[in-house]
């Protein structure tokens, strides 16, 4: 086996572990063992024969190029400017929220496997060792994500700000990271407590969702939380303040650098250091009934409900012509609904889209007043939730089961065409459409029955960007790959459908100001989409 | 087929074989045995004419193992044409008509079981295979094996 550079740099701190008696040797082993399995790559049903040999490397350490890329922003965040509680606030907000997202949807699994159970449980090795494993295995990816998220800005920061900057990073850092993989192993062993069997698993994937949505309304949260006056920017503190972690951390550094003092920033200081510092005292605490309740993710209770959805039924039935695409259109709609692994990726994009243009929308209002507001054309910061168009669609070609692609092989269809159409259209039903109609109404009731033609524009515009859009799609069939071959992917592909979705609501705003436009331009619109779907559907997919 | 008809047998059948009540469970917290009834129930659904098998019994515990048999045979009394491959030769001989045995992918025998019989003049169908494929060493494997267990 390979020895890792991780494992000798850790071999310093033996002495730590085994201070807390844990079996160091043995931990190494079992670390050693996880690395080599996350260097394996993944492969796809269909195109193994594409790839060729490749050296064993780890998609999560490829992955973090992008980051790399992400904290060059944070540079001038860090560097330039005295207001170091608000600059601080938010570099240590970017941080958790990108460690946190990755946490949730990523590392999950580390901590919640049981897999290794049947095998390392039945030797005699203890459940402090294994379990120091797993945290040290968590930590070691976050040590990664941080240091590629944090590590140009905090050095460049030094420069500046001198050695104590360093310092306070560091520690504010560890303890961000401490922060997190605790008070998600709480969360989940809360869960776990309450739950059993396969509706666990359910409350986990739902809570999961939820968790990725706080996480980026609370991002938004740390915005408010200072306000812009005269390009000064100002902080009062206020009680709910308290809640939003990054804050506590950008406070040692208001009252070091910016030699501020009042008694919230000592406040904040003091939560920055005892919230992490109690969490992990109560996780040790937890860590016993934490593994036995883990075992109830390999029960199995044996009830569950069937649901008949009649206007489902009706709706595939007016929206699918072909005998096929109605089969196709059914199986995509469980997947979609079904599927954990799908939906902790894709749903809190979907919340996520939900919330945007509302938080435009409240500052705007914040701006100048809602009567003023109403009457312009911010209606169409409904386009901002078309943005999660292209993640979502192509987050279609992988799923959790994706081994189970070889039914496409074995039905009798000659094209797969009717596939993707019945994919696209499952994802406007079940995912694009609930958004939008919740959307619309909220936008009807701020702005009157004026804009339900624009809104309509809005739909149809939104069907051609995700036609556009299915090009993501293209070399793969839906659900046929792993995720773990998302994770090295994402990301750059996706800007020109960024600036794509940008162009819709230019010519959008544009058509508004030539009056009774927007009605021709529906029709123009809708024209185009059932061409080019037709044109996709024949072109595109068919010879996929 | 229909959904709802496909639907509707399925899980009739599903109840003939005792699982009506995880019908709507996900196959993923399903057992080996249960995993295995559910592909004979979904390979059977459109009542095909000619099936294909290969090694049915695995995983079913022996009253399924009886059942499946005679679904079978039965199956094979309608006129429909079964192929099925095992390395199970009891049953082998037990429920087939007509009995090819392969070696190193050539055919060494086909033929009814009374025809291997005759032609090889032994007594059941796994003598009759180590005989055509030419093995009588198990003995001597076997025990090699278990002295290096043992380390004797």
Known sequence: MKDFRTLKILDRFRGLFERFGIDY???????????TMDGRGTPTVFNQQKKKQKPEENGFIKSLGMYVLISIVLIPIVNFGQNYLYQMSIFFGV????????????????????????????????KRTINAAKTVHICLYLFFLTMAIAGIPVVIGTVTH???????????????????????????????????????????????????????????LLGRAFSFVDMKITFSPSWWHFFIPPIWFGAPFALYFGHQSNKFLWLYFLLAFLIPVISIMIYIRMIPSFERNLQKLSNHSRKSKPRERRWKNWLMHTICRSREEKVFFRFADHMMRNEREFRL?????????????????????????FADMVSTKWYLAIY??????????????????????????????ENYAPLFSAVLKVFIVDLYLPVFLIQSVIFVFIFGFKIVLDLLVVFVASILYMVICSRFLKGSLPFSESFENARQSAGVKLIPALILAGVFWGIHFAVTFIPYRVFSYLILLLGITIFSWKMVYRMVWGDS | MDVKKANEKAQNLMKVFGMEEVYHSRIASFSKRMRQKVLIISSLLH????????EPLSGLDANSVMVLKEILSIMAAKGKTIFYSSHIMDVVEKISNRI??????KIVADGSFMDLKEQNKEGTLEQIFNQLTGFNEHKAIAEEFVSIVQEV
């Open chain 1, 25 to 35: 040797p043995v931990m190494r082993k079992i670390l050693a063992v996880k690395l």
């Open chain 1, 95 to 126: 941080v958790m929220f990108l460690v946190m997202t990755s946490m949730i949807s990523d590392f999950s699994n580390v901590l919640l496997d049981v897999k290794d159970k049947s095998i390392l449980h039945t030797k005699p090795i203890e």
């Open chain 1, 162 to 220: 001198g050695l104590i900057f360093l310092i306070f990073s560091i520690f504010g850092l560890m303890f961000i990271n401490l922060f997190i993989v605790v008070f998600t192993a709480l969360i989940y062993n809360f869960i776990l407590r309450f739950f059993d069997g396969e509706k666990l698993k359910d409350v986990i994937n739902y809570v999961q969702i939820g968790l990725s949505i706080a996480v980026m309304v609370g991002y938004q």
């Open chain 1, 345 to 369: 990726k894709v749903y809190p994009s979907l919340g996520m889209s939900l919330v945007i243009p509302f938080i435009f929308i409240f500052n705007q209002i914040h701006m100048t007043s």
């Open chain 1, 384 to 413: 901002f939730s078309s943005l999660m168009i292209p993640t979502a669609v192509s987050m279609m070609k992988y799923s959790g089961k994706y081994k189970g692609a070889w039914i496409y092989k074995t039905a009798p269809v």
């Open chain 2, 47 to 54: 009542n095909p004419e000619l099936l294909f098998l290969d």
């Open chain 2, 100 to 105: 090819i045995l392969i070696n190193d992918g």
